[in-house]
């Protein structure tokens, strides 16, 4: 009896750092964008949803090779969050944060409608990566794809972490975020790195959206849930943090899966926003700090 | 204001008493009640909410489960459900207002979720995902608002009451304060102005409307569902707000009409509508950024002007 408890716990434990890996991800989306423009980018979750339902048109319809549908799904999101910083950020010149974030919520709209649109509103299922046999660890067993999210995940904070310290564009990307007026004088063109920074985040979106699907369906309005977590991972972890991000990803996963394994199923959605409701109560500045909330505590 | 009043007057006996668009109208003065608070807070605190659908929900279920299970007078289970609400709302505006940025957005819109999940997973209390009933219709001394046409009357008289203290809140201490903030909140600080207390304060009583408006949605339809205040409908104030120019508390009115009435003639286009709405929104915000009523006074001044330049040309040149 002792053990199987424990064993579930471990079970738990298992799903909530699979999941969690995809929050943090989508937190990381969140943070990109907001230290290039200061705007939260309520469209996030769309570029998820849209990451797993191409992923799925390109291998079940077109039956392209997994390796090769990952790379072109990638690319097209990536292009779609270009197009949508050209389209409807980039007129929007001088207008203030308000108006930014009301056209992102237009944009998740949009998106989720054509979405809808094109693939129905039906759940879509995508084969696991390799094999379906669960691996058995101290009694709880391990989906290979869990693997399979972890590394991708860890890879793409690795590959993130070395573009914004080490490339050129990167350290740019960074001087805007700390500076904007300053890195306009060292002829940094800001704009450019706003639309790079849609990029980035629609690119790892997909990467979410593509690695999710195996264990969880993807239908048109599934964005909507996975933002909102996502968001409160990003403000758990301080909003602009993405290492915070990272941990408090897995932290709003794990707490999910041991909310609904041993309290109450009903109530799984509620856990990670009762989460961002406390963190914004208690100590908004999130566990590894936010700029923004650290400058106002110095008042 | 008085071709206002009149006009509203005038509709029920255009279009005819027993009318659909009666019904119609009923829920866009419904739903004008929180646009207008959201208007204030949109237009002149500088921030969103996504979470108006969780207040129109709380006044919605607090005012229908306290007079049918408790028997209460529906007066009274309003007035609770006011309290309530802006309880909740305090509690929601004082830590995320008081940080810059748009903490507040999110916030409520984790509220709403957390709400519509609560509603559907407490089946004995609410009914669950199909709702309940059977909530009494409202009477003013002893004289029940039976039919479409009184509540139509009852429910434009509470919007035409609303938008008079709206505007006495934008001209009192509190509006000039939330307009600072627009000119700069540093400045504003610097005066001695508590800009996030004022905030806070316009939220509040943003959500005290959204409550109002949602008591008066339950007596009116006599029936409560988590579908009536989900997500969507939060969504769907912003973009009436937006639509209409949220720096003119007529935006919210005009945005809410077209809003309302919109739908009836797109029924052709079934669950796409929401495309429409997204479109739209974004359309309003990239070209017209202050919203149809702002559009429209702007012109009107571009036009004045010109008119003045002209006249003045004419009398330098006698």
């Known amino acids: 009896m002792g053990i199987s408890i424990w064993s579930q716990i471990l079970q738990y434990l298992v799903t909530g750092v699979s999941i969690g890996s995809i929050y943090g991800m989508v937190a990381i989306g969140f943070n990109i964008i907001y230290n290039a423009t200061g705007i939260i980018n309520f469209a996030q979750g769309e570029f998820v949803m849209l990451g797993g339902m191409i992923m799925v048109t390109l291998t079940a319809a077109f039956g392209a090779p997994v390796i090769v549908a990952f790379f072109l799904t990638v690319a097209i999101v990536a292009l779609i969050g270009g197009l949508f910083e050209r389209l409807a ?111 980035l985040s629609a690119a790892i979106g997909a990467v979410a959206g593509i690695i999710i699907t195996p264990i969880a369906l993807v239908d048109y309005n599934r964005g909507f849930l996975l933002a909102l977590k996502g968001f409160s991972a990003a403000v758990l972890g301080g909003l602009g943090n993405s290492a915070g991000a990272v941990i408090a990803g897995f932290l709003i996963g794990i707490l999910e899966s041991l909310g609904a394994g041993l309290v109450s199923s009903g109530y799984k959605d509620a856990i990670a926003l009762i989460v961002l409701l406390v963190i914004l109560f208690v100590r908004p500045s999130g566990i590894l700090g936010d700029k923004e909330a650290l400058k106002h505590r110095s008042f | 204001m008085i071709v206002f009043i009149l006009l509203f007057c005038a509709f029920p006996f255009l279009v005819g008493v027993k009318s659909y668009w009666i019904t119609v109208f009923i829920f866009a003065g419904i ?114 608002l039976k039919r479409d046409i009184e509540f139509y009357f009852f429910v434009w008289s509470i919007v035409a009451l609303a938008l008079v203290m709206a505007m006495n809140v934008i001209h009192s201490r509190v509006g000039r304060a939330l307009r600072s903030i627009h000119g700069g909140e540093l400045a504003a600080n610097a005066m001695g102005i508590n800009t996030s207390s004022y905030k806070v304060q316009v939220f509040v009583l943003s959500a005290a409307l959204a409550s109002l408006s949602g008591s008066l949605y339950a007596h009116y339809v006599t029936f409560v569902s988590p579908t009536a205040c989900e997500l969507k409908l939060s969504v769907f104030l912003v973009v009436m707000v937006a639509i209409g120019g949220m720096h003119h508390l007529w935006g919210a009115i005009v945005g809410t009409i077209l809003l309302t009435v919109l739908p009836e003639f797109l029924h052709v286009f079934q669950d796409f509508d929401i495309l429409a709405y997204g479109l739209i929104l974004m359309i309003i915000m990239i070209f017209a950024p202050n919203g149809l009523v702002g559009a429209l006074a702007a012109l009107i001044q571009r036009l004045r002007r010109r008119f003045l330049a002209v006249d003045s040309q004419r009398r330098g040149v006698i």
């Open chain 1, 89 to 199: 950020i980039y007129p929007l010149k001088n207008a203030g944060v308000l108006s930014l974030i009301i056209v992102t919520i237009g944009g998740s709209i949009v998106l989720k409608g054509v979405a809808m649109f094109v693939w129905g509103k039906e759940s879509y299922a995508l084969p696991h990566f390799s094999s379906e046999e669960p691996i058995p660890i101290l009694g709880a067993s391990i989906l290979p794809q869990t693997l399979w999210i972890l590394g991708a995940m860890l890879l793409t904070v690795v590959l993130l972490t070395l573009f914004f310290r080490f490339t050129l564009i990167g350290r740019a990307m960074r001087a805007c975020s700390s500076n904007r007026t300053a890195a306009y004088l060292v002829g940094i063109d800001a704009r450019q790195m706003v639309c790079l920074s849609f990029i």
């Open chain 2, 31 to 144: 739903y004008s009640l929180i646009t207008i608070g959201l208007s204030l807070l949109m237009g002149y605190a500088g921030q969103i909410s996504l979470g108006h659908a969780a207040f129109f929900g709380m006044g919605a279920y607090t005012s229908g489960l306290l007079t049918t299970l408790l028997n209460w007078n529906p007066w009274l289970a309003l007035l609770a459900a006011l309290l309530l609400t802006s309880s909740a709302a305090l509690l929601i505006g004082i830590p995320t207002l008081r940080l810059s940025g748009h903490y507040l957005a999110m916030a409520t819109l984790a509220l709403g979720e957390i709400l519509v999940i609560f509603f559907k997973a407490e089946v004995e209390l609410t009914g669950g995902p199909s709702g309940f009933g059977l909530i009494p219709r409202l009477s003013i001394f002893g004289f029940v």
